[in-house]
């Protein structure tokens, strides 16, 4: 069993199709909420096998009626609820073997919205995340915080991560090298 984590299909969000990057270009490049639901389905199980799991970092669906999107979604799955996360436990509980606020493992906190920096001083290395779609923790400086993990879909090419990757990206010290298309800019 291999161990995936994503973040923000926003399922049957139509509005999705119209939001911009900073630089004006379309945040989802899809000409329809069909055409991006076949993408994000087509990628998913081109990725994600029946016995694997996957972690999604909250903001599955928008409306409702795009949880149905879900059935055709490889592996077994749990949802660490976001912000948009706002229909009843029943509505979830048919296509998610668990629902939680967080999860975590090695060291990391899983979360929807990013964690206070002040919450990785101790007990906690790093913060994968969700929530900020095509944006990237900075440091004042402008640099790149390293102590986050963006799993939203926009920075990793429409495509749930390998588990392995994010520990790799950590230096956990997985053996298998980073195959995921995570902008560094």
Known sequence: ??????SDLHLGHTKMLQFLRPDGERLR???SLEEMHETLVER??????AKDRVYVLGDVAIPRNGLHVLERLNGSKVLIRGNHDIFKLHDYAKYFDDIRGAFFRDGLIYTHIPVHPANLTGRYIGN???HLHCHLIRH???NIDKRYFNACLEVNNFMPVALDCIQNYFGLGHERAADV???LS
Not at 44 to 49: A, G, L, M, S
């Open 1 to 6: 069993m291999n161990v995936f984590v994503t």
């Open 128 to 130: 994968v995340h969700g």
């Open 29 to 31: 490049p899809f000409s």
């Open 140 to 142: 004042d400086d402008g």
């Open 44 to 49: 998913w199980n081109k990725t994600v096998h």
């Open 181 to 183: 298309q995570y902008a």
